[in-house]
T-cell receptor, first 111, second 116 residues
Framework: QKEVEQDPGPLSVPEGAIVSLNCTYS??????FMWYRQYSRKGPELLMY????GNKEDGRFTAQVDKSSKYISLFIRDSQPSDSATYLC???????????FGAGTRLFVKA | NAGVMQNPRHLVRRRGQEARLRCSPM?????VYWYRQLPEEGLKFMVY????????ESGMPKERFSAEFPKEGPSILRIQQVVRGDSAAYFC??????????????FGEGSWLTVV
């Protein structure tokens, strides 16, 4: 079993839709949870960063962490074609230095 | 550009040659990480370095791969006697020397290695 599981998709939605991206994990020691966006042939770009459980909102993006279920989510409201990219969840242990990544979900937002 | 700088962006090597990938961290960052990304796979941790020290290399293949981060100059990921299976995108990331370093890391644009 992988330490972090993420559905690779692809996920295709119409412009304006609400997108839900998810990851599950097995290591209960993870405390820091991140979402990265990666465009084709580019480096991953940090989108959201959450410590422990709870929600965090930034513009059209909302990150949720449910540690009891070992489940994290990223919601994108009013999705735009420019949101088309691969979204990687990532997590690490408190004070740790090895960030573990999910395989990434490819998202296509159709105009 | 104050971001993580990687070069070359694209590198083609014949089997058996050596590949050297360079990374300059963001200004103010002293921790460097190398990750490898294979097609349709996620980022895999390779090595974590601080200046003149390898902190963790548990993700590095035991042979042919080495990394350094000298006191002066960029971090280098070196792959000797490359094979086709080494073809991948290699990403460098950096983080600041704070108490929670490693929990948020910032990536460069990557170096795409193709072995022919």
């Amino acid at each position: 079993q992988k330490e972090v599981e993420q559905d690779p998709g692809p996920l295709s939605v119409p412009e304006g839709a609400i997108v839900s991206l998810n990851c599950t994990y097995s290591n209960s020691a993870f405390q820091y949870f991140m979402w990265y966006r990666q465009y084709s042939r580019k480096g991953p770009e940090l989108l959201m960063y959450t410590y422990s459980s709870g929600n965090k909102e930034d513009g059209r993006f909302t990150a949720q962490v449910d540690k009891s279920s070992k489940y994290i989510s990223l919601f994108i409201r009013d999705s735009q074609p420019s949101d088309s990219a691969t979204y990687l969840c990532a997590m690490s242990v408190t004070g740790g230095f090895k960030t573990i990544f999910g395989a990434g979900t490819r998202l296509f937002v159709k105009a | 550009n104050a971001g993580v700088m990687q070069n070359p962006r694209h590198l083609v090597r014949r089997r058996g040659q050596e590949a050297r990938l360079r990374c300059s961290p963001m200004k103010g960052h002293s921790h460097v990480y190398w990750y490898r990304q294979l097609p349709e796979e996620g980022l895999k941790f390779m090595v974590y370095l601080q200046k003149e020290n390898i902190i963790d290399e548990s993700g590095m293949p035991k042979e042919r791969f080495s990394a350094e981060f000298p006191k002066e100059g960029p971090s280098i990921l070196r792959i000797q006697q490359v094979v086709r299976g080494d073809s991948a995108a290699y990403f460098c990331a950096s983080s600041p020397p704070s108490a929670d370093s490693g929990n948020t890391i910032y990536f460069g644009e990557g170096s795409w290695l193709t072995v022919v």
